[in-house]
């Protein structure tokens, strides 16, 4: 019997290069995925830069912020050959999804999700409240079985699931597959000031920062005001930083930390000072090929066409078996 490939996929964002939040959250879960598994899985990465227009700052930095997002994927991504790396724009088949699923899915049911609910303030645009509903395009599009997320996108993909089940049953139970989700860890990943790490919330540690800066980010993660000595190893353990460190570092170095801790030989300084350099040392390659991607755009522009490519051949199909299911075709 043949065996049926598993279709996966997960985006982000572009709103600058993806922090360290994203990255342990997101990208390592899925690049450790796509690297262990043997079947013949298929990958979608996909860049989302129309989700980005919806709170944009300035319209100038888009660009720039599709290529660092881009070159983290790249720097970090072994297997290239096993995946489908594109940008959401390039498809315009997600657009044309994303009008359907606008015209099935209740109102009144969107503005309850929380993508709305934490931003709602008179600025708020349609986009804003539209979201969910192009993320579902995204994956339905591509009859997508797992999404690897973070777990403040569950919703999202609750929602996905729901205008799936309408539309099925209301036009012909075989339109769209239910996707799953995968999360890595079950709680938020903590900013330097210990809310969630986001650009919005300025909290965020950037692995790909110039040197100087991403310094000045761990120095300032937020620690206890007293002597390591004086407290206890628990209240150490609920410290940012320790569960930041944790986080990063594999199992060596986390013993090694642990070790020294209880010695009692080292202070909050210190530990701030071995996991900026242990970042330099342990992502040295991955920061070098990330410079080399940003200096040389076209490899990356040649790798979304790649994808460009793949990509638009399954949305042709896919948006135009829709149509004729909704009766569009004539
Ligand atoms: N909304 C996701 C986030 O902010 C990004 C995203 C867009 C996405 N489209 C997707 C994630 C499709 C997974 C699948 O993190």
Redesign the pocket.
Known sequence: MKKIKKKY?????STGTPHLG?ILS?ILPTIKYINKKKKKNLFFI?I?DL?SITNYKNLFLLKDNIYKTAAVWLSLLKRKKKIIFFR?SDIKEINELFWYLNCFYPFNRLKLSH?YKNKSNKNINTGIIN?PL??AS??LLYN?NN????K??IQ?IEITRKIAKIVNNKINKKIFILPKYKIKYNFIIPGIDGRKMSKSNNNFINIFDNKYILEKQIMNIKTINKSIKDITYNDIKKTILFKIYYLISNKEEFFFLKEKIKNNKISFITIKKMLYKYILIFYYKERKKYSYYLNNKYIIKNFLYKGFKKAKIIAKKKISFIKKKLGLNI
């Open positions: 996929m997960t985006g982000i964002q994203n997101v996909l989302a989700h959401q993508s979201y192009l993320m995204d994956i997508i999404v690897f997320i973070g403040d996108q999202h």
